[in-house]
């Protein structure tokens, strides 16, 4: 089709330099399309191969219909240029009368403006090239800014890594010491408890020795009530004896017995004998079972006391043995505790000299980048205010360039008039409407700046804008973590007064830490080569557009704002 075009051009380019008159050619190309049929070899031909002979038969209708309407746009393309050729032959008699009226002044301006336009031309150049050079190093001052904001930006991640991994070892340090403080507590207290069971059982010891005093001297008491009473019961016994001899020793009375009832007098001594007898072993059967008893009770007692006495002092032995044991264990213990809070000390202290280290270094190189950042933007400003400069000239000399090139082709066409060369005349037509274009092009271009603000309520932010490959980058800024889900969130976007355009996210979609995800429109020049399992085609939206004021939003499943960027196209 294009090579058609083309040779069509040729031809009339060649028609054109031939002969004076022009010649217009009109050539249409019509291709037919041979129906295929059924192949011999396969007469049931499958259904892939009849959709694809189908598919081929549409694609070569719409290749004819395109290249008739290709045609017939280069058919009206000819008739303007003929038009155009008619006014040009029009336009060439008015320029061969005002050469005769304006021919003596041609040399003149060669003269005159001849330098000066050769010396304008290379100024313009020259404050192209300038002009070129100046953007080019705004763009690498633009690329060195954003480097240094991104070691700027890694440095101050891994310092902040590097504190909060100080920060939690320091609060594990913390941690470990109020544990030890606590066990340290723990043991003090029963250390004080132990102490108190000692002096208790000290107390109880002495209460015992105590009682043990007064059993002895009850002892005592009762072994000396049992001397008394064997001294009485041999006094008692010496006294029966004497009595019993002094009666028996009695002689017998003078009166006679026979007269005064000899037989009961005898019987009543007999009794007053015998009873008296009898109240005597009585008494002294009373005493001794009394005396018995009594010293059964007292050996029982001793016995009871010197077996109290025994398991007091093994019980004694037992705790004074286990209350020296616990107490040494306890000082084994408190001595280590000591060392381990000596060692813990000197660690917290190490790591609050590395933390001072850091944070004096990062100060430093913070002030550095500072210095550098300070240094590069008043550099910037400096080739800014020089590139306005540049700039200013430039457009006043291009004001005066196009002056000069009006005269200038005033002056051509005289010269073309007087030497009635055709094929010259229209070339330089052509090459003046050439530079008139180039020039107003230039004129019409304009650098255009977009502002961006960005904000964001947690790890989800935007990364980038594409416009190149239409398309929205969104990051993870967290680098460690659970992942993120982006169930039924949205990604909207607003450009002027255009409608909003929506994309939902997958619901089981989900972003790690530090990944970036793309969601790329229909029309994206990517979307139908990329394959990353983090990019996401929207087919319902032909593309994200551009617009002086661009919103664009991420909303949760609550349809709360959790990110958002607004860009600003700038107006010189």
């Not at 890594?161 to 340290?184: F, M, P, T």
């Not at 450009?495 to 996210?505: A, G, M, T």
Request: charged content about 30%; proline content about 1%; some cysteine.
């Amino acid at each position: 089709m294009s090579r058609t075009i083309q040779d069509n051009a040729q031809n009339l380019n060649n028609n054109t330099e031939s002969s004076n008159t022009t010649k217009i050619r009109r050539t249409l190309i019509e291709r037919g399309i041979r129906t295929v049929g059924d192949d011999r070899d396969n007469k049931n031909g499958s259904l892939a191969n009849i959709s694809a002979i189908r598919t081929r038969n549409k694609q070569h209708e719409d290749d004819q219909r395109e290249l008739q309407e290709l045609n017939v746009k280069f058919a009206i393309y000819l008739d303007h240029v003929q038009n155009l050729e008619n006014y040009n032959g029009q336009l060439l008699a008015e320029l061969q009368n005002l050469k005769e009226n304006w021919s003596n002044d041609t040399n003149q301006l060669h003269t005159t403006y001849g330098p000066d336009l050769q010396s304008l031309r290379g100024e313009i150049d020259n404050s192209l090239r300038d002009q070129v050079l100046q953007e080019l190093l705004s763009q690498r001052y633009e690329y060195d800014i954003w480097q240094t904001q991104q070691r700027i930006n890694a440095l101050d991640g891994h310092t902040s890594k590097r504190l909060h991994v100080v920060q939690q070892e320091l609060n594990q340090s913390i941690d470990a010491l109020e544990h030890i403080k606590n066990q340290y507590d723990r043991y003090s207290t029963d250390l004080v408890k132990q102490r108190t069971n000692v002096d208790s059982l000290y107390v109880g010891l002495d209460g015992l020795q105590n009682e043990l005093v007064n059993h002895r001297l009850e002892r005592i008491m009762i072994e000396n009530e049992i001397q008394t009473l064997r001294e009485q019961i041999l006094f008692e016994d010496a006294m029966y004896q004497t009595q019993r001899e002094d009666f028996l020793s009695l002689s017998t009375p003078v009166v006679d017995v026979s007269k005064f009832y000899h037989d009961e007098l005898i019987r009543a001594i007999f009794d007053i004998r015998h009873d008296f007898e009898i109240l005597a072993a009585s008494q002294i059967n009373g005493l001794e079972e009394y005396y018995r008893t009594k010293m059964e009770e007292i050996q029982e007692t001793i016995q009871d006391n010197e077996r109290k006495r025994l398991l007091d002092a093994e019980n004694k032995t037992i705790e004074q043995t286990f209350n020296s044991e616990s107490l040494i264990e306890i000082e084994n213990v408190h001595k280590q505790l000591r060392i381990e809070n000596i060692q813990l000390q000197t660690q917290f202290d190490n790591i609050l000299d590395d933390l001072t280290r850091i944070q004096n270094e990062h100060i430093y190189e913070q002030q550095k980048l500072d210095e550098e950042l300070n240094q590069l933007q008043q550099d910037i400003a400096i080739r800014q205010t020089n590139m306005n400069s540049i700039v200013e000239n430039n457009v006043s000399l291009r004001f005066e360039l196009s002056t000069y090139r009006s005269l200038l082709t005033s002056e051509e066409q005289r010269l073309y008039k007087l030497k009635q060369e055709k094929q010259l005349q229209t070339s330089s037509s052509l090459t003046d409407k050439n530079l008139d274009n180039l020039n107003q092009n230039h004129k019409n271009y304009k650098m255009q700046k977009v502002s961006t603000k960005t904000s964001a309520t947690g790890s989800i932010i935007f990364d980038s804008i594409d416009f190149i490959n239409d398309c929205i980058v969104i990051k993870n800024d967290r680098f460690t973590g659970k992942d993120e889900s982006f169930k039924n969130w949205s990604l909207r976007r607003k450009n002027d007064e255009q409608p909003e355009l929506v994309y939902r996210f997958p619901s089981s979609f989900v972003l790690k830490p530090g990944h970036t995800v793309r969601i790329l429109s229909r029309r994206s020049p990517q979307s139908t080569t990329n394959s990353e399992s983090d990019v996401f085609i929207a087919n319902q939206i032909d593309t994200w557009g551009l617009g002086q004021v661009m919103i664009t939003s991420l909303n949760d499943n609550n349809n709360e704002e959790i990110a958002s960027m607004t860009q600003t196209v700038l107006k010189d």
